[in-house]
């Protein structure tokens, strides 16, 4: 997209500092949803992934983005990319951690966070790999959760070079 765009958002950046950050919050995650929407590069795929990563990692925050659901556009969206690139990857595994560690998952993203961490087990990166598998084990933490892992069949022997024994070795 062209970068005048961007300038089409409306700008409040002087009379938003008054506000509480809950309204500050909600205006800076609509305003990544709007940036990310408007522009199909990669690179916003990236920054928006980041920074909701950065915002996930305080519970008031994750909770704010998942009330206005901008998190679940962002992702759905880059899950959907067919050339989904690594560092994005990253980020949005990073953004399951944390709903899992601020217990904010949810019954129906198991699923999501399974397939998500299988194909992170399954790329050639050790990154990658340590966040899926931190992903994993945060998940199956619950017990709820720890079954669906079980029977999705998602195995740590995705990962190329793991010795990682399982329950059975």
């Known amino acids: 997209g062209d970068h005048r765009d961007l300038h089409s958002f409306p700008t409040r950046r002087s009379s938003i500092s008054h506000l509480p950050l809950k309204r500050r919050l909600r205006y800076v995650a609509e305003r990544i949803k709007w940036f990310f929407m ?3 590069d990669k690179i916003f795929q990236q ?6 990563s950065l915002l996930s990692e305080n519970q008031q925050n994750l909770q704010e983005i998942l009330d206005q659901e901008c998190l679940n556009t962002i992702i759905i969206s880059c899950l959907r990319t067919k050339d989904i690139d690594l560092e ?3 980020e949005i595994t990073k953004i399951f951690i944390n709903l899992i560690l601020w217990r904010k998952i ?3 993203t198991f699923e ?3 397939c998500l961490c299988d194909i992170g087990l399954m790329i050639d990166d050790q990154d990658m790999n340590i966040l899926a598998i931190f992903c994993l ?3 199956s933490e619950n017990e709820e959760s720890h079954e669906y892992i079980r029977q999705s069949g998602v195995k740590s022997d995705n ?4 010795a990682i024994k399982g329950e059975d070795d």
């Open 38 to 40: 408007q522009q199909k």
């Open 47 to 52: 920054l928006a992934c980041k920074c909701f």
């Open 88 to 90: 994005t990857l990253k």
């Open 106 to 108: 949810s019954k129906d």
């Open 112 to 114: 999501t966070t399974c």
């Open 137 to 139: 084990n945060a998940l």
């Open 159 to 162: 990962v190329p070079g793991a």
